[in-house]
T-cell receptor, first 114, second 114 residues
Framework: ETGVTQTPRHLVMGMTNKKSLKCEQH?????MYWYKQSAKKPLELMFV???????ENNSVPSRFSPECPNSSHLFLHLHTLQPEDSALYLC?????????????FGPGTRLTVT | AQSVTQLDSQVPVFEEAPVELRCNYS??????LFWYVQYPNQGLQLLLK??????LVKGINGFEAEFNKSQTSFHLRKPSVHISDTAEYFC????????????FGAGTRLFVKA
């Protein structure tokens, strides 16, 4: 595997379910990100981790719970979601957490909450 | 606070015609500017970036962009587009404003017609 991978690619869940999204980067990067992409809206930064430590929580509801066990893996645990949480969830990584570092994105998980 | 405005939500163009996708930003400090492309069912990938130096930046797939500080713009251009350039294009800005966040625009959908 190369680059940034995400599983699953598609997920349908009910509002009472609990599920997790997984992201893995094979680039040796130190920073990892979760973004939410909704139609016709700019990308919304959700969480940032640098060297496994959370450095940013962009006022995300507690029904989204991130986990970063090491610099290569990032999870997003989901529970009691709402229909408006349906979106494409993108994971990204960068060499370090800095303004001039480009980000490398995974293909995303298309989440539908029913 | 930094912000990014992509002036066109959709740009239809015929194959082999030139195209310009417009991006304006607001920031009171030095900025780093990026263009990303997102093909259907994929994550974002970097087209080009401006960090410093020459204001004309060349990227992949024949794209280029020009940083214009006085007009706070970073427009993306290609002299002759192909059907395969049909995608969503995102302008992004980051800078040293006490944070490391990259702010993305809402995207411009480029549709290349035969």
């Amino acid at each position: 595997e190369t680059g940034v991978t995400q599983t699953p690619r598609h997920l349908v869940m009910g509002m009472t379910n609990k599920k997790s999204l997984k992201c893995e980067q094979h680039l040796g990067h130190n920073a990892m990100y979760w973004y939410k992409q909704s139609a016709k809206k700019p990308l919304e930064l959700m969480f940032v981790y640098n060297f496994k430590e959370q450095t940013e929580n962009n006022s995300v509801p507690s029904r989204f719970s991130p986990e970063c066990p090491n610099s290569s893996h990032l999870f997003l645990h989901l529970h009691t979601l709402q229909p408006e949480d349906s979106a494409l969830y993108l994971c990204a990584s960068s060499q370090d957490q800095g303004s001039f570092y480009e980000q490398y994105f995974g293909p995303g998980t298309r989440l539908t909450v029913t | 606070a930094q912000s990014v405005t992509q002036l066109d939500s959709q740009v239809p163009v015929f194959e082999e015609a030139p195209v310009e996708l417009r991006c304006n930003y607001s920031s009171s400090v030095s900025v780093y500017l990026f263009w990303y492309v997102q093909y259907p069912n994929q994550g974002l990938q970097l087209l080009l970036k401006y960090l410093s130096g020459s204001t004309l930046v060349k990227g992949i797939n024949g794209f280029e962009a020009e940083f214009n500080k006085s007009q706070t713009s970073f427009h993306l251009r290609k002299p002759s587009v192909h059907i395969s350039d049909t995608a969503e294009y995102f302008c992004a800005v980051s800078g040293d404003t006490g944070g490391f966040k990259t702010i993305f625009g809402a995207g411009t959908r480029l549709f290349v017609k035969a």
